[in-house]
């Protein structure tokens, strides 16, 4: 598995999402079970916090990363070109991204265990973006919110400046981001 790789295999996909799914679990559990129980509420909204916070990074990074900035453009761009491959920025990127720029400023901030709680946010969130990402490619839509998840991918997709169709749609979990800051194009 090349760990630099913006396409992957199937087994490396799969590992990809095990690893966030991991950690999403081992930060919960050791949140629950290592941290001081007195503070429990405080690390439930910590991690909210956190959860929330995902929704803006994603719509940032996918608008103004992915779109926006080379060489990340020229990558994504492959994505929009096939986006049934498995394209995805490679895990360790992932890994040291959240590390230096979530877990150790909340650490410098807040200390180690509000650190672990914000950044369990910031995972779980950066995991249901896969995951619906993933669905929104690659499964039939069975419920509402996963049709609407797709419907506003497709427009996103469908984005075409050549064919007179503006960028937007750039929120995959939600589209709250869209709305606020006017991308939506309806």
């Known amino acids: 598995m090349a760990l630099l790789t913006l396409e992957h ?14 950690a999403s679990v081992a930060l919960a559990a050791w949140l629950i079970i290592r941290g001081p129980r007195e503070q429990l509420l405080q690390f439930m909204a910590l991690a909210a916090v956190g959860l929330a916070s995902w929704t803006l ?3 940032g990074v996918h608008r103004f990363l992915l779109h926006g900035l080379e ?24 890994v040291v991204v959240i590390a230096a720029l979530v877990f150790l400023p909340a650490w410098l901030l807040g200390g180690p265990w509000r650190a ?3 950044t369990f946010g910031i995972v779980a969130g950066d995991l249901g973006y896969a995951v619906t990402h993933h669905v929104v490619h690659h499964w ?10 797709k419907r506003w991918h497709a427009l996103h997709h469908g984005s075409d400046l050549r064919l007179g169709r503006p960028p937007g749609y750039y929120g995959v979990t939600t589209s709250l981001w869209d709305y606020v800051f006017g991308s939506d194009r309806r």
């Open 9 to 22: 295999s199937k087994t490396a996909y799969q590992v990809d999402m095990g690893i966030y799914a991991v």
């Open 140 to 149: 039939r839509a069975e419920n509402a919110w996963i049709r609407r998840r």
């Open 71 to 94: 060489p990340f453009s020229t990558w994504h761009a492959e994505h929009h070109r096939r986006p049934t491959a498995l394209i995805y920025s490679p895990t360790i990127l992932g």
């Open 57 to 59: 990074i994603e719509y």
């Open 116 to 118: 672990v709680a914000f």
